[in-house]
């Protein structure tokens, strides 16, 4: 089934379209290709979903896949050129994990369950330590920006692929999509209207004490792998005006501002 999701009645409601695919192999890919060859027929704050997506990519093009109906690969277009400064692009994936990691709780809550979602920097959101949700976030030429979010809705313990994932289901919450998604882009809406209202300040728009309140990096000694292979240890301080994270090298007190990199949680948060 191809359709503009009948079956998504709330999550339609709030998005601008909204279209479900049975199968994708990769819902970012193919929503980059459709918003740049018909951007009218997919206007921001548009998304395009499915539950089985078979050539899935994550940061540093890997690529992974689940199996089908265990997930939800969710792919939103933003067009925010003119409305927020280049420097404020890398809020996005942060916006979008704590979003997704809102969205997580409001689930566990709802089925009776601790709700403990975080996000670990810059693109992951984690319930107790494992993975739940991945964050992608990928430029188009004319600087709309697509955000894709891989979440495990239904997968079992049996299925999933590392002891260091989980799921909605294995937490025991309902992983009803309409809920989920609704849920998502109602936070990513209210998180990204206030970004443009304060010009793309994350200061001002409330922003960055949303995602610090959620982030559970801050505080922990980390290994950061950087592009080229390169590493640095430290504790992570803070985010900076742009989104990027702190690294406070506790032998010397320098400290490194980074951008991109893995970022592996090296002990509890101090």
């Known amino acids: 089934m191809t359709a503009d999701a009948p079956l998504l009645p709330r999550s339609t409601a709030i ?26 027929q997919w206007p921001h704050f548009s998304v395009l979903l499915t539950d089985t997506q078979v050539a ?5 093009d890997r690529a992974w896949s689940s199996p089908s109906g265990s997930g939800l690969a969710i792919s939103l ?8 400064p280049m420097g404020s692009y890398g809020w996005l994936s942060l916006l979008a994990g704590t979003a997704m990691a809102e969205a997580v709780n409001s689930r566990l809550s709802a089925a009776g369950v ?24 990928e430029i188009t030429a004319d600087a709309s920006v697509v955000i894709g979010t891989g979440i495990n809705t239904a997968m079992t313990a049996e299925q999933l692929p590392v002891d260091t994932a989980t799921s909605l289901a294995v937490l025991g919450a309902d992983p009803d999509a309409d809920a989920l998604l609704h849920a998502y882009l109602t936070t990513f809406a209210e998180l990204y209207d206030a970004l443009v209202a304060s010009g793309g300040d994350a200061e001002a728009s409330g922003l960055r004490r949303r995602v610090e309140a959620r982030c559970d990096t801050l505080g922990r000694s980390v290994r950061v792998e950087l592009p080229g292979g390169r590493f640095r240890f430290g504790r992570a301080e803070r985010l900076d005006r742009d989104g990027r994270i702190v690294i406070l090298d506790t032998e010397t007190g320098e400290r490194d501002t980074v951008s991109a990199g893995d970022i592996t949680h090296l002990r509890t948060q101090d």
């Open 56 to 60: 899935g990519r994550g940061r540093l």
């Open 15 to 40: 998005a601008q379209r909204l279209r479900w695919v049975s199968e994708s192999g990769s819902t970012n890919a193919d929503l980059l290709a459709a918003a740049t060859a018909d951007s009218a």
């Open 114 to 137: 601790a709700p403990d979602a975080r996000v670990k920097w810059p693109n992951d959101v984690l319930v107790a330590g494992k993975k739940i949700c991945g964050v992608l976030a």
């Open 77 to 84: 277009l933003i067009r925010p050129a003119g409305k927020l």
